[in-house]
């Protein structure tokens, strides 16, 4: 039995394309693997704690001098840490917002990536310690990014790739809607983006 990750950063509910292609890709993972189990965590619904002074500095204090409100603070990124360790796919759901990734995304990655947790260094390097694994990012653009002029304003995949190799998710797949907002693309854009997820083998 395998285990999905499904990450939910999109603020439009039910109008969101990136919840529809996560849930796209979903459904390709259950076809491959029909005894999963899903498992959403809804950002926004359900969003991290940005981080703070006191959340850091219960981070920093060592496990046995934690008091309970340090407990408390920790509680949240431990969960999400196990969410993803438990995880044998990891689907992400990325409107561009602004030219990145929304900042209750930001604020999961912020409470997953931990030194000596999911992360640490060896010989003066990094090493992640969150292996054997799959991600799949399901981004959602009104434009077009994945090539052509507004490429480099992409800020999302490039830090997403980077940051989840960071602590050791190096197998990472991005599927693309894009061009909602264009008039002569947006009728296609979302088959289109599906055809791409099911010519994929998963």
């Known amino acids: 039995m395998k285990k999905i990750l499904n990450i939910v950063s999109s603020a439009k509910g039910n109008n969101s394309y990136s919840i529809k292609l996560s849930n796209a890709i979903i459904d390709k993972l259950l076809a491959a693997y029909p005894d999963s189990q899903v498992k959403t ?5 359900n969003p ?3 981080l703070f002074e006191d959340q850091v500095a219960a981070f920093y204090t060592p496990a046995e001098q934690r008091t309970d409100d340090h407990k408390k603070l920790v509680s949240y990124s431990d969960q999400a840490i196990q ?4 995880a044998d796919f990891v689907v992400i759901g990325v409107p561009l917002y602004n030219f990145n990734i929304p900042s209750s995304l930001k604020s999961w990655i912020d409470n997953i990536v931990r030194h000596n947790i999911t992360f640490k260094y060896e010989n003066g390097a990094p ?4 292996v054997n694994k799959k991600v799949y990012l399901a981004m959602a653009t009104g434009g077009i990014y994945s090539e052509g002029p507004m490429k480099p304003y992409d800020f999302a995949e490039p830090f997403l790739r980077f940051i989840l190799s960071f602590i050791g998710l190096n197998d990472i797949t991005t599927f693309r809607v894009e061009g909602t907002a264009i008039p002569d693309l947006a009728n296609a854009a979302f088959p289109k983006a599906v055809e791409t997820v099911n010519e994929h083998v998963f």
Not at 127 to 130: E, K, P, R, S
């Open 48 to 50: 991290l704690p940005h």
């Open 127 to 130: 090493q992640g310690m969150v």
């Open 41 to 45: 965590h809804d950002l926004t619904a």
């Open 83 to 86: 969410d993803l360790k438990e």
